[in-house]
C-alpha cells in the first residue's frame, strides 16, 4: 500500500526534484495524516532521502 501511495503522491514530482535534499510538507485534508516518513523513494524510505520539514496547514492568523 505504502509503494502506491508513494507513486501517487510523489512520482509526479519526480522531474522537480533532482538536486533538492529538504522538502517542506504542508499536508491538508486525508494527506495530514500520512506518514510521508516511510514513504518509498528510489528503494529506500523518502526520509532516508531527504530532510523533511512538516508544517500544519492550519496555522494561526
Do not use: K
Request: aromatic residues 10%; charged residues 10%; contains cysteine.
Amino acid at each position: 500500500m505504502s509503494q502506491s501511495l508513494g507513486q501517487q503522491v510523489l512520482e509526479p514530482l519526480r522531474p522537480y526534484l533532482n538536486g533538492v535534499t529538504h522538502l517542506l510538507i504542508v499536508p491538508n485534508g486525508p494527506l495530514y495524516d500520512l506518514p510521508f516518513t516511510a514513504l518509498p523513494w528510489n528503494g529506500h524510505f523518502l526520509v532516508e532521502q531527504f530532510h523533511l520539514s512538516t508544517l500544519s496547514p492550519r496555522s494561526p492568523c
